[in-house]
Antibody
Framework: EVQLVESGGGLVKPGGSLRLSCAAS????????MNWVRQAPGKGLEWVSS????????YYADSVKGRFTISRDNAKNSLYLQMNSLRAEDTAVYYC????????WGQGTLVTVSS | DIQMTQSPSSLSASVGDRVTITCRAS??????LAWFQQKPGKAPKSLIY???SLQSGVPSKFSGSGSGTDFTLTISSLQPEDFATYYC?????????FGQGTKVEIK
């Protein structure tokens, strides 16, 4: 059974940093690209970033480019999202997800950016 | 960026009704279209990928169709557990984009 468990969310002040983690199990993590998607309170879904299986290809939404960094450690079956220069509008539940064709999502971790 | 427009934004339906939600892309995306169901406080659940392929374990009352710019999600007979918000998403090109969602409510 595929499991994706996000962690690292919390309350942070504007301008601060946070590192999210996603622990994956139940599938061959190193063979698949991975994604981060977020959802602001009461709003729709927004794709944030994607990374290929070997980290060769990385993509970001314009809203986070230059501030967020996606990475992975295939030896640890883990996906990361380093978030710097956080803004109030980054407040959201952050989900990690497998490729669209696989369709697996974690339960999400809440990031709140507020003074 | 490719804009995804869902209609309607919300609908009221009764148990047993056939429900259709449409999703239109601002440019052609071939069949790189997925549908998700989300219930309050829960993570999205993948229903369909490649416009019409059902995810494993998803009941056959859900079906998807379309290609290019126009897509539909159909629920053949609405059940109480189907009341939720549904999103389409294109993954033809980055940035991936989602529709604004369709909330299906009980009439």
């Amino acid at each position: 059974e595929v499991q994706l468990v996000e962690s690292g969310g919390g309350l942070v002040k504007p301008g601060g940093s946070l590192r999210l983690s996603c622990a994956a199990s139940g599938f061959t993590f190193s063979s698949y690209s991975m994604n981060w998607v977020r959802q602001a309170p009461g709003k729709g879904l927004e794709w944030v970033s994607s990374i290929s299986s070997s980290s060769s290809y990385i993509y970001y939404a314009d809203s986070v480019k230059g501030r967020f960094t996606i990475s992975r450690d295939n030896a640890k079956n883990s996906l990361y999202l380093q978030m710097n220069s956080l803004r109030a509008e980054d407040t959201a539940v952050y989900y990690c997800a497998t490729p669209t064709e696989n369709g697996d999502w974690g339960q999400g971790t809440l990031v709140t950016v507020s003074s | 960026d490719i804009q995804m427009t869902q209609s309607p934004s919300s609908l009221s339906a009764s148990v047993g009704d056939r429900v259709t939600i449409t999703c239109r892309a601002s440019q052609g995306i071939s069949n790189y279209l997925a549908w998700f169901q989300q219930k309050p406080g829960k993570a999205p659940k993948s229903l369909i990928y490649a416009a019409s392929s059902l995810q494993s374990g998803v009941p056959s009352k859900f079906s998807g169709s379309g290609s290019g710019t126009d897509f539909t999600l159909t629920i053949s007979s609405l059940q109480p557990e189907d009341f939720a918000t549904y999103y389409c998403q294109q993954y033809n090109s980055y940035p991936w984009t989602f529709g604004q969602g369709t909330k299906v409510e009980i009439k």
